[in-house]
């Protein structure tokens, strides 16, 4: 069974940064695309970033210009750095495979305050 466990999130002002990290128990976490993915109160979840395993990277509209997502095969983790955070940017975020098809973690909460 996969086990993901993300950090790194608290409470910022709009402007600030965060960097979240997700480290995912998985044999070969090197092969799958990773996803990071937020939930606001009220909101259906979705995507925000995904990384390949060849390192290549989208995001929407939204995070683009202002999030990066990286990854360390290394360590079995992948990191979202946030910058120019803004209210509309709080939620509940969580990793998990492109498609999403492990189960999710806890999650890690980011509070923008303006």
């Known amino acids: 069974q996969v086990q993901i466990v993300e950090s790194g999130g608290g409470l910022v002002q709009a402007g600030g940064s965060l960097r979240l990290s997700c480290v995912v128990s998985v044999t070969n976490f090197r092969i799958y695309t990773m996803g990071w993915y937020r939930q606001a109160p009220g909101k259906q979840r979705e995507l925000v970033a995904y990384i390949t395993s060849t390192r290549q990277t989208n995001y929407p509209d939204s995070a683009k210009g202002r999030f990066t997502i990286s990854r360390d095969n290394a360590k079995n983790t992948v990191y979202l750095q946030m910058n120019s955070l803004r209210v509309e940017d709080t939620a509940v975020y969580y990793c998990?495979?492109?498609?999403?098809?492990w189960g999710w973690g806890q999650g890690t909460q980011v509070t923008v305050s303006s």
């Open positions: 998990n495979k492109y498609g999403a098809t």
